[in-house]
């Protein structure tokens, strides 16, 4: 019986399909279907009921399934116990944020590859809240303040905000002073979310009511440029706009609330080593990437 087949099965039972599972591994509809059709050939069972509308676990599928991941880790446990230090294989599926995963973290991630030529990552860039578990992903990067959740979460680096508006802006509507004045300004925002500011100690919240929202921080950053309002954004994306005067600060008796990089995964007892690995990797990195310390008070 081949662990590969074990795997692919587990994906396709937990992805819910053939198709899903075959975007998940990276591979053609035709792999994953003769994987499949090999270990029911193995074990002697059809797993898998193959339907004009795509596929579901027979009950003996359904019951095979929990086994077969027990397997697929057990498997993979034994690989690290045996050779704790040598090179990662197998495949990282990792989700982070399409904001600035493709131009701040992949870079990292290439590094990883470099140093580890036998793992298989498989990135997915979305600002969306992705569900790790449904998703089959083994971990997430990122930033900002996290939600309560049952992940478990290690902070690789600081994240450090800035409120920024165009000279243009501020010269056409002033700049505010204090939290209480963004209420009578137009903002850029995400959704709904409320913002947080330091006043000494204390945290000060509002609520503000923005005419132009996106759900990706780069665009937010464009549209700041271009005069529309005030943006509350990560220094490590808008430091070229504020060293070329673009964009200034505003505001700065009332910095907003440090916040991090983060490394989520499904919780467990020990996550895995590539998740070990990347996450010690993200530590090294960032300390080392102006990128995000430039602006940092």
Known sequence: MDIEDLQTFVEVADAGG??????RLGLSKSIVSRR???????????LVARTTRGAALTEAGALFRDYAARACLEIDTARETIVPDGDLRGRLRIAMPLTFGPTHFTPMLAEMSRRHPQLHIHASYSDRFVDLVAEGFDCAIRVGTLRDSSLVARR????????????DYIKAHGSPEAPG?????????????????????????????????????????????????????????????????????????????????????????????????????????????????????
């Open 36 to 46: 499949l059709i090999r270990l029911e050939a193995d074990i002697g069972v059809q």
């Open 156 to 167: 690789v680096g600081p994240i450090r905000g800035t409120l920024v508006a165009s000279p």
């Open 181 to 297: 004045d963004l209420l009578s300004h137009q903002v850029l925002m995400q959704g709904t979310e409320t913002w947080r500011f330091m006043d000494g100690d204390d945290i000060v919240t509002i609520q503000p009511r923005g005419q132009f929202k996106a759900d990706n921080g780069t665009a937010l950053a464009v549209a700041a440029v271009a005069g529309l309002g005030i943006a509350q954004l990560p220094d490590c994306i808008i430091h070229e706009h504020v060293a070329s005067g673009a964009l200034v600060p505003v505001m700065p008796r009332y910095p907003l609330p440090p916040s991090g990089a983060y490394v989520v995964r499904p919780p467990g007892q020990h996550p895995e080593r590539k998740i070990r690995v990347l996450t010690e990797l993200l530590v090294e990195l960032l300390d080392q990437d102006p990128r995000f310390r430039e602006l940092n008070r």
């Open 18 to 23: 053939v198709s899903a599972a075959a975007r």
